[in-house]
């Protein structure tokens, strides 16, 4: 009985791995007749699994999708992949941040102890906080990114039309990117705002996002610069320290050591004075090399700091 077990487990973890599964392979993989794989499938149906015989020279089988959802099986990565993802899912602000909750205890719970240990020491931990979103208004969004369909939406006081390409999260926020077709440009709408009416409108013909990344377009719009996604402000300066010890504290800067002691960093901000207090914050020597408003920025900035370190 063991061995049957164990042998109905690995045909199981097969027929997940893959669409289709000649029957002649199968029973190479389980070292079995091809008679006993028949009958190994034939106790996996009356199980609930939805196991279909496909057609062909060799004939094979097909794991399909039932109307409900029968045991799955994972194998350890796969096990830690869904337990991390949960997690997340958990911090999200997608609405399921409960069901997620339970089913990650769910899935804990079954784990054997060497899994647990690895996954409770992966803690996920929600910044700055996140912004629920109704699950249906995220399903109905996604739907209609999936079918190309013009979306018709209230949005604050508004009522918008806009051709949806991509549903993005960014800080804890989910953000629709849409060809708005009132404004007849891109815009970003926050999905928590978003009010779906129904039905949607007529299909669309996709459109590629200006660069053709939708991450840097969604970035540049944060930024200030709907165009190439780079900061409006950048500058370059030389800091007394090894370039290991700035790049933890850079985003998406450039960092490129030139000694042992000394970096190159190339960062953008909002603003020229943005940009100098932000790299005011790294405790080194800071050399500007350019642009020269960057070096007008860090004297405002030193009269600034200068009045409010006087006394009153």
């Keep these: 009985m063991h061995e049957t077990s164990a042998r109905l487990l690995a045909l199981l973890s097969l027929l997940q791995a893959r ?4 029957g002649g392979l199968l029973a190479e993989r389980l070292e079995v007749s091809p008679r006993t794989v028949r009958r190994d499938v034939d106790r996996l149906r009356e199980l609930g699994y939805p196991i279909r ?5 060799d004939g094979g089988y097909r794991l399909d999708a039932g109307a409900d ?30 069901a997620a909750a339970r089913a990650l205890g769910t899935v804990r719970q079954v784990m ?7 996954i409770d020491g992966l803690r996920v931990t929600a910044l700055g906080g996140s912004t629920t979103v109704d699950p249906g208004v995220l399903a109905s969004l996604g739907d209609a ?3 190309r369909e013009v979306l018709r939406f209230g949005y604050g006081d508004d009522l918008r039309r806009a051709e949806p390409h991509h549903l993005v999260t960014r800080g804890g926020r989910w953000y629709l990117v849409a060809w708005d ?7 970003t709408f926050r999905a928590d705002r978003i009010a779906p009416r129904t039905p949607t409108g007529p299909r669309f013909a996709p459109r590629e996002v200006p660069g053709g990344d939708v991450a840097a377009f969604v970035a540049g719009r944060f930024r200030g ?3 190439a996604g780079g900061w409006p402000c950048r500058g370059e300066v030389i800091v007394a320290r090894p370039a290991s010890e700035v790049a933890p504290y850079t985003r998406d800067d450039l960092v490129e050591p030139i000694g042992p002691d000394r970096c190159r960093l190339v960062a953008g901000a909002w603003s020229w004075i943005g940009l100098a207090a932000g790299l005011g914050r790294i405790d080194a020597e800071i050399e500007v090399v350019g642009p020269p408003e960057l070096t007008d920025a860090f ?14």
């Design 19 to 22: 669409r289709d599964w000649p």
């Design 53 to 57: 015989a496909t057609k062909g020279p």
């Design 69 to 98: 959802l029968p045991p799955l099986l994972f194998d350890d990565e796969q096990a830690v992949a869904l337990a991390v993802g949960l997690q997340i899912a958990a911090t999200s602000g997608a609405g399921v941040e409960e």
């Design 112 to 118: 054997p102890a060497r899994l647990r240990h690895r």
């Design 145 to 147: 990114v999936r079918a």
């Design 181 to 187: 077709l009132d404004r007849v440009d891109w815009r």
């Design 225 to 227: 610069n709907p165009g």
């Design 299 to 312: 004297a405002a900035l030193a009269a600034r700091c200068a009045r409010a370190a006087s006394p009153m």
